[in-house]
T-cell receptor, first 110, second 113 residues
Framework: EAQVTQNPRYLITVTGKKLTVTCSQN?????MSWYRQDPGLGLRQIYY???????DKGDVPEGYKVSRKEKRNFPLILESPSPNQTSLYFC?????????FGSGTQLSVL | DQQVKQNSPSLSVQEGRISILNCDYT??????FLWYKKYPAEGPTFLIS?????DKNEDGRFTVFLNKSAKHLSLHIVPSQPGDSAVYFC????????????FGEGTQLTVNP
């Protein structure tokens, strides 16, 4: 089944404790991206990757890192999480202008 | 500065009637517009799209209209069904190869049986 898989679905952590949210797609898509969803703000693009080893900033990249060492994986790294990064996160891959989203990761930073 | 705005946080319609969801944008460089539907505890799913060079695109019960002079986009669902109840996001792509995507705030549609 074609899908984008994110892990974990839920994560509670404390300020400053490094974490990684994994994202994997099995559709051989070149383009992948990360979004955060906050009430009243919709989804905002954090980072995107046009292909392996090519990443670039979206609208809200501060406090996040990404890597794209292989086509299928695009992890989101929070080196020192802060409470304002509490949010619902979505990873997506793209084909023909259409984004395919993962199920989301609800992150709470205490 | 929200470049894509959905001014109605919620919309309620009766089953069988038309649902009209609206979206306004400010950036004339947007080259592709898309609608996504989101159910609770799931990721958004693609619904329908329209290129900036067209003014209408239809797919079954769903039609998207684009008015470039007014910088306005609308999604029509006819007839509406209870299973259409979800949050609908309008989005616009721009940048190199459409690499950037800007979303609206979303509209919660409720279709009452």
């Amino acid at each position: 089944e074609a899908q984008v898989t994110q892990n974990p679905r839920y994560l509670i952590t404390v300020t400053g404790k490094k974490l990684t949210v994994t994202c994997s797609q099995n559709m051989n898509h070149e383009y992948m991206s990360w979004y955060r969803q906050d009430p009243g703000l919709g989804l905002r693009q954090i980072y995107y990757s046009m292909n392996v080893e090519v990443t670039d900033k979206g609208d809200v990249p501060e406090g996040y890192k990404v890597s794209r060492k292989e086509k299928r994986n695009f992890p989101l790294i929070l080196e020192s999480p802060s409470p304002n990064q509490t949010s619902l996160y979505f990873c997506a891959s793209r084909a023909n202008e259409k984004l395919f989203f993962g199920s989301g990761t609800q992150l709470s930073v205490l | 500065d929200q470049q894509v705005k959905q001014n109605s946080p919620s919309l309620s319609v009766q089953e069988g009637r038309i649902s009209i969801l609206n979206c306004d944008y400010t950036n004339s460089m947007f080259d592709y517009f898309l609608w996504y539907k989101k159910y609770p505890a799931e990721g958004p799913t693609f619904l329908i799209s329209i290129s900036s060079i067209k003014d209408k695109n239809e797919d079954g019960r769903f039609t998207v209209f684009l008015n470039k002079s007014a910088k306005h986009l609308s999604l029509h669902i006819v007839p509406s069904q209870p299973g259409d109840s979800a949050v609908y996001f309008c989005a616009a792509s721009w940048g190199t190869s459409g690499s950037r995507l800007t979303f609206g705030e979303g509209t919660q549609l409720t279709v009452n049986p």
